[in-house]
Protein backbone atom coordinates (compact mmCIF):
# COMPACT_ATOMS: atom_id res chain seq x y z
CA UNK A 1 0.00 0.00 0.00
CA UNK A 2 1.53 3.40 -1.24
CA UNK A 3 2.48 5.47 2.10
CA UNK A 4 0.14 8.60 2.27
CA UNK A 5 1.37 11.32 4.08
CA UNK A 6 -0.35 12.74 7.12
CA UNK A 7 -2.19 16.20 8.04
CA UNK A 8 -0.98 17.45 11.47
CA UNK A 9 -3.27 19.49 14.00
CA UNK A 10 -1.83 21.69 16.31
CA UNK A 11 -3.95 22.94 18.35
CA UNK A 12 -4.40 23.69 22.62
CA UNK A 13 -7.05 21.37 24.16
CA UNK A 14 -8.72 24.06 26.14
CA UNK A 15 -8.67 26.60 23.16
CA UNK A 16 -12.33 27.23 21.59
CA UNK A 17 -11.28 27.51 18.58
CA UNK A 18 -8.83 23.89 18.55
CA UNK A 19 -12.83 22.50 20.11
CA UNK A 20 -14.42 23.37 17.31
CA UNK A 21 -11.85 21.73 14.60
CA UNK A 22 -11.86 18.44 17.35
CA UNK A 23 -15.27 18.27 17.25
CA UNK A 24 -15.36 18.04 13.71
CA UNK A 25 -12.88 15.46 13.39
CA UNK A 26 -15.20 13.08 15.06
CA UNK A 27 -18.30 14.14 13.73
CA UNK A 28 -16.58 13.55 10.45
CA UNK A 29 -15.24 9.81 11.65
CA UNK A 30 -11.74 10.84 10.56
CA UNK A 31 -9.13 7.30 11.77
CA UNK A 32 -6.55 7.97 14.60
CA UNK A 33 -3.97 7.22 11.72
CA UNK A 34 -4.97 10.00 9.44
CA UNK A 35 -4.21 13.07 11.44
CA UNK A 36 -1.34 13.82 13.66
CA UNK A 37 -2.55 15.87 16.97
CA UNK A 38 0.34 18.25 18.02
CA UNK A 39 -0.53 19.83 21.32
CA UNK A 40 0.71 23.49 21.72
CA UNK A 41 0.79 24.64 24.99
CA UNK A 42 -0.10 28.18 25.08
CA UNK A 43 1.00 29.11 28.86
CA UNK A 44 4.41 28.16 27.95
CA UNK A 45 3.97 30.62 24.60
CA UNK A 46 4.95 27.48 22.64
CA UNK A 47 2.82 29.54 20.02
CA UNK A 48 5.32 31.93 19.64
CA UNK A 49 8.20 29.37 18.60
CA UNK A 50 10.31 30.27 15.68
CA UNK A 51 9.41 26.68 14.46
CA UNK A 52 5.34 27.82 14.90
CA UNK A 53 5.40 31.07 13.46
CA UNK A 54 6.51 29.86 10.11
CA UNK A 55 3.16 27.77 10.17
CA UNK A 56 0.88 30.24 11.35
CA UNK A 57 2.60 34.04 11.47
CA UNK A 58 0.02 35.30 14.00
CA UNK A 59 0.87 32.56 16.75
CA UNK A 60 -2.79 31.27 16.71
CA UNK A 61 -4.48 27.50 17.33
CA UNK A 62 -5.77 25.85 15.59
CA UNK A 63 -3.59 24.91 12.56
CA UNK A 64 -3.63 22.30 10.24
CA UNK A 65 -0.84 21.36 8.15
CA UNK A 66 -2.13 19.33 4.75
CA UNK A 67 -0.62 17.58 2.17
CA UNK A 68 -1.42 19.04 -1.34
CA UNK A 69 -3.94 16.58 -3.21
CA UNK A 70 -0.94 16.17 -6.05
CA UNK A 71 1.77 15.19 -3.93
CA UNK A 72 -0.32 12.39 -2.04
CA UNK A 73 1.95 9.54 -4.35
CA UNK A 74 5.24 7.68 -3.46
CA UNK A 75 6.38 8.98 -7.17
CA UNK A 76 6.75 13.03 -6.07
CA UNK A 77 7.68 14.62 -2.75
CA UNK A 78 5.40 15.61 -0.39
CA UNK A 79 4.39 19.37 -0.33
CA UNK A 80 1.88 20.91 1.89
CA UNK A 81 0.02 23.76 2.71
CA UNK A 82 -0.88 25.23 6.51
CA UNK A 83 -4.55 26.62 7.38
CA UNK A 84 -5.04 28.59 10.46
CA UNK A 85 -9.23 29.02 10.67
CA UNK A 86 -11.33 26.98 11.74
CA UNK A 87 -13.64 27.58 9.28
CA UNK A 88 -11.33 26.76 6.35
CA UNK A 89 -10.05 23.71 8.31
CA UNK A 90 -13.75 22.42 9.28
CA UNK A 91 -14.81 22.97 5.62
CA UNK A 92 -11.95 21.00 4.35
CA UNK A 93 -12.63 18.37 6.93
CA UNK A 94 -16.18 18.03 5.56
CA UNK A 95 -14.97 18.13 1.68
CA UNK A 96 -12.12 16.01 2.31
CA UNK A 97 -14.14 12.86 3.32
CA UNK A 98 -16.93 12.08 1.71
CA UNK A 99 -18.86 10.13 -1.23
CA UNK A 100 -17.46 12.08 -3.84
CA UNK A 101 -13.92 12.47 -2.16
CA UNK A 102 -10.57 11.80 -3.28
CA UNK A 103 -8.26 11.46 -0.64
CA UNK A 104 -9.28 8.24 0.10
CA UNK A 105 -9.02 7.72 4.10
CA UNK A 106 -8.69 4.89 5.98
CA UNK A 107 -11.87 5.04 8.30
CA UNK A 108 -14.43 2.98 7.73
CA UNK A 109 -16.87 4.95 9.90
CA UNK A 110 -19.54 6.92 7.83
CA UNK A 111 -18.74 10.00 6.06
CA UNK A 112 -22.10 11.42 7.21
CA UNK A 113 -21.57 15.52 5.38
CA UNK A 114 -22.28 18.56 7.30
CA UNK A 115 -22.47 20.61 4.65
CA UNK A 116 -26.06 22.54 4.68
CA UNK A 117 -28.64 21.10 2.61
CA UNK A 118 -30.03 23.92 0.74
CA UNK A 119 -29.55 27.20 -0.22
CA UNK A 120 -31.61 28.75 2.40
CA UNK A 121 -29.68 26.75 5.37
CA UNK A 122 -26.75 27.52 3.61
CA UNK A 123 -27.75 31.51 4.35
CA UNK A 124 -28.38 30.95 7.55
CA UNK A 125 -25.15 28.96 8.41
CA UNK A 126 -23.17 31.58 6.79
CA UNK A 127 -24.92 34.02 8.91
CA UNK A 128 -24.44 32.14 12.42
CA UNK A 129 -20.76 31.49 11.15
CA UNK A 130 -20.19 35.46 10.52
CA UNK A 131 -21.97 35.80 14.22
CA UNK A 132 -19.89 33.46 16.30
CA UNK A 133 -17.20 34.48 14.67
CA UNK A 134 -17.02 38.40 14.93
CA UNK A 135 -15.31 40.68 17.34
CA UNK A 136 -18.46 41.25 19.60
CA UNK A 137 -19.19 37.55 20.40
CA UNK A 138 -15.64 36.43 21.05
CA UNK A 139 -15.54 34.79 23.92
CA UNK A 140 -11.51 34.97 24.14
CA UNK A 141 -12.45 38.58 24.86
CA UNK A 142 -14.96 38.50 27.57
CA UNK A 143 -12.05 36.22 29.26
CA UNK A 144 -10.46 39.37 30.62
CA UNK A 145 -13.66 40.85 31.54
CA UNK A 146 -14.97 38.38 33.82
CA UNK A 147 -14.77 40.48 37.06
CA UNK A 148 -17.73 42.67 37.94
CA UNK A 149 -16.19 44.11 41.08
CA UNK A 150 -13.03 43.60 43.79
CA UNK A 151 -14.10 40.03 45.16
CA UNK A 152 -14.56 38.51 41.65
CA UNK A 153 -11.60 40.02 40.44
CA UNK A 154 -9.66 38.18 42.49
CA UNK A 155 -11.11 34.96 41.24
CA UNK A 156 -10.20 36.16 37.74
CA UNK A 157 -6.58 37.00 38.61
CA UNK A 158 -5.78 33.68 40.19
CA UNK A 159 -6.33 32.15 36.62
CA UNK A 160 -5.14 34.54 34.94
CA UNK A 161 -1.69 35.61 36.90
CA UNK A 162 0.14 32.34 36.59
CA UNK A 163 -0.43 31.81 32.78
CA UNK A 164 0.32 35.35 32.15
CA UNK A 165 3.74 34.80 34.03
CA UNK A 166 4.43 31.98 31.95
CA UNK A 167 3.58 33.83 28.57
CA UNK A 168 5.83 36.37 29.53
CA UNK A 169 8.54 34.74 30.57
CA UNK A 170 8.03 32.51 27.27
CA UNK A 171 8.28 35.94 25.40
CA UNK A 172 11.19 37.56 27.37
CA UNK A 173 13.41 34.06 26.61
CA UNK A 174 12.24 34.53 22.98
CA UNK A 175 13.58 38.23 22.59
CA UNK A 176 16.59 37.70 24.46
CA UNK A 177 18.04 34.39 22.45
CA UNK A 178 16.97 36.14 19.41
CA UNK A 179 19.13 39.05 20.28
CA UNK A 180 22.08 36.58 21.56
CA UNK A 181 21.67 34.76 18.15
CA UNK A 182 20.22 31.43 19.35
CA UNK A 183 17.17 32.19 16.47
CA UNK A 184 17.35 33.37 13.24
CA UNK A 185 14.54 35.90 13.12
CA UNK A 186 13.50 38.34 11.19
CA UNK A 187 13.02 42.13 12.48
CA UNK A 188 9.53 41.42 12.16
CA UNK A 189 9.14 38.38 13.93
CA UNK A 190 11.33 40.14 17.22
CA UNK A 191 8.67 43.39 16.71
CA UNK A 192 5.78 40.66 17.18
CA UNK A 193 7.13 39.22 20.22
CA UNK A 194 7.95 42.73 21.78
CA UNK A 195 4.57 44.10 21.15
CA UNK A 196 2.96 40.49 22.75
CA UNK A 197 5.14 40.83 25.79
CA UNK A 198 4.37 44.32 26.29
CA UNK A 199 0.61 43.75 26.22
CA UNK A 200 0.95 40.97 28.85
CA UNK A 201 3.06 43.06 30.87
CA UNK A 202 0.39 45.60 31.35
CA UNK A 203 -2.26 42.95 31.30
CA UNK A 204 0.12 41.40 34.17
CA UNK A 205 0.83 44.37 36.19
CA UNK A 206 -3.26 45.28 36.31
CA UNK A 207 -4.59 41.51 37.33
CA UNK A 208 -0.94 41.61 40.51
CA UNK A 209 -2.61 44.10 42.51
CA UNK A 210 -5.92 42.12 42.33
CA UNK A 211 -5.18 41.30 45.91
CA UNK A 212 -5.30 45.57 46.96
CA UNK A 213 -8.66 47.22 47.77
CA UNK A 214 -9.74 49.84 45.53
CA UNK A 215 -8.82 52.35 48.61
CA UNK A 216 -5.15 51.28 48.60
CA UNK A 217 -4.83 51.82 44.93
CA UNK A 218 -3.22 54.64 43.06
CA UNK A 219 -6.06 56.78 41.90
CA UNK A 220 -5.04 55.94 38.04
CA UNK A 221 -5.31 52.41 39.02
CA UNK A 222 -8.52 52.60 40.45
CA UNK A 223 -9.56 54.35 37.29
CA UNK A 224 -8.30 51.36 35.47
CA UNK A 225 -10.25 48.92 37.75
CA UNK A 226 -13.31 51.34 37.30
CA UNK A 227 -13.19 50.83 33.90
CA UNK A 228 -12.99 47.38 33.70
CA UNK A 229 -15.84 46.71 35.51
CA UNK A 230 -17.75 48.67 33.21
CA UNK A 231 -16.39 47.25 29.96
CA UNK A 232 -17.40 43.89 31.97
CA UNK A 233 -21.17 44.95 31.93
CA UNK A 234 -20.70 46.00 28.49
CA UNK A 235 -19.35 42.47 27.61
CA UNK A 236 -21.96 40.28 29.33
CA UNK A 237 -24.33 42.66 27.88
CA UNK A 238 -22.97 42.25 24.20
CA UNK A 239 -22.90 38.12 24.77
CA UNK A 240 -27.07 38.41 25.99
CA UNK A 241 -27.56 39.97 22.59
CA UNK A 242 -25.60 37.14 20.59
CA UNK A 243 -27.67 35.12 22.25
CA UNK A 244 -30.74 36.59 21.43
CA UNK A 245 -29.90 36.70 17.64
CA UNK A 246 -28.37 33.03 17.67
CA UNK A 247 -31.78 32.32 18.95
CA UNK A 248 -33.91 34.07 16.76
CA UNK A 249 -31.50 31.95 13.54
CA UNK A 250 -30.97 28.64 15.01
CA UNK A 251 -34.03 26.05 14.04
CA UNK A 252 -33.68 23.94 16.80
CA UNK A 253 -33.24 21.24 17.99
CA UNK A 254 -29.67 22.00 16.24
CA UNK A 255 -29.02 24.59 14.27
CA UNK A 256 -30.48 23.87 11.12
CA UNK A 257 -32.98 21.76 12.57
CA UNK A 258 -32.80 17.99 13.12
CA UNK A 259 -29.61 17.25 11.85
CA UNK A 260 -26.53 18.91 12.99
CA UNK A 261 -24.46 20.72 10.90
CA UNK A 262 -20.79 22.40 10.45
CA UNK A 263 -22.32 25.40 11.90
CA UNK A 264 -23.17 23.26 15.15
CA UNK A 265 -19.45 22.71 15.46
CA UNK A 266 -18.84 25.97 16.20
CA UNK A 267 -21.72 26.98 18.02
CA UNK A 268 -21.24 23.92 20.53
CA UNK A 269 -17.64 24.92 21.21
CA UNK A 270 -18.92 28.79 21.78
CA UNK A 271 -21.76 27.67 23.85
CA UNK A 272 -19.94 25.66 25.45
CA UNK A 273 -17.19 28.44 26.38
CA UNK A 274 -19.78 30.77 27.41
CA UNK A 275 -21.41 28.18 29.67
CA UNK A 276 -18.32 27.52 31.59
CA UNK A 277 -17.99 31.23 32.35
CA UNK A 278 -21.33 30.93 33.91
CA UNK A 279 -19.92 27.93 36.17
CA UNK A 280 -22.38 25.41 34.25
CA UNK A 281 -21.14 21.71 34.86
CA UNK A 282 -21.50 18.91 32.44
CA UNK A 283 -24.18 17.22 34.61
CA UNK A 284 -26.20 20.38 34.56
CA UNK A 285 -29.44 20.06 32.40
CA UNK A 286 -30.66 22.61 30.31
CA UNK A 287 -32.93 24.16 32.70
CA UNK A 288 -29.81 24.32 35.31
CA UNK A 289 -27.54 25.42 32.89
CA UNK A 290 -29.71 28.42 31.48
CA UNK A 291 -30.50 29.40 34.96
CA UNK A 292 -26.83 29.56 35.59
CA UNK A 293 -26.11 31.55 32.66
CA UNK A 294 -28.87 34.23 33.01
CA UNK A 295 -26.85 34.74 36.45
CA UNK A 296 -23.86 35.20 35.24
CA UNK A 297 -25.36 37.53 32.57
CA UNK A 298 -27.08 39.53 34.94
CA UNK A 299 -30.19 39.64 32.66
CA UNK A 300 -33.05 37.27 32.01
CA UNK A 301 -33.76 35.65 28.89
CA UNK A 302 -37.06 35.00 27.11
CA UNK A 303 -39.05 31.88 27.14
CA UNK A 304 -38.23 31.05 23.81
CA UNK A 305 -34.36 32.04 24.12
CA UNK A 306 -34.51 29.42 27.34
CA UNK A 307 -36.64 26.85 25.49
CA UNK A 308 -33.85 26.53 22.90
CA UNK A 309 -30.85 27.01 24.20
CA UNK A 310 -31.65 24.62 27.43
CA UNK A 311 -32.34 22.08 24.28
CA UNK A 312 -29.40 22.96 22.22
CA UNK A 313 -27.45 22.47 25.31
CA UNK A 314 -29.10 18.96 26.17
CA UNK A 315 -28.46 17.67 22.39
CA UNK A 316 -24.92 18.86 22.44
CA UNK A 317 -23.75 16.78 25.62
CA UNK A 318 -25.61 13.94 24.43
CA UNK A 319 -22.69 14.33 21.45
CA UNK A 320 -19.91 11.09 21.53
CA UNK A 321 -18.00 13.87 19.56
CA UNK A 322 -18.44 16.49 22.37
CA UNK A 323 -18.01 13.92 25.29
CA UNK A 324 -14.74 12.96 23.71
CA UNK A 325 -13.56 17.02 23.54
CA UNK A 326 -14.91 18.02 26.92
CA UNK A 327 -14.11 14.80 28.76
CA UNK A 328 -12.29 17.30 31.45
CA UNK A 329 -15.24 19.40 31.56
CA UNK A 330 -16.03 22.32 30.59
CA UNK A 331 -13.61 25.03 28.50
Excluded at 84 to 102: E, G, H, P
Excluded at 126 to 133: A, F, G
Excluded at 207 to 214: I, K, M, T, V
Aim: net charge negative; with cysteine; proline share 3%.
Amino acid sequence: MAHVPKAVLYYSPKSIWSSVVLLALNEKGYGDDEVDLKVVDLSKGENFDPTFLRLNRKATVPTLVVPLENSLSDEVESRYKALNQSRTIVDMLDKSRSALSRTHTTSHAPAISLAPATVAFTSTSNLLLDLLHSDEANPNNVLYLHATDDSTLKVVAAEMVPYLTSKQEALAKYIADAEAGKYNVSVNVKSFWTEKKDATDLLLQFYGNAHLAQSELSAEDQAKRTELFAKSKVAKDTIKGILTQLCKEVIGPYALGDQLSIVDCHLMAWLSRILSYSGVEVADDGAVAVGKLEKYLGSELSAEEKSKLGTYWECTKTRESWKKVYVGGLH
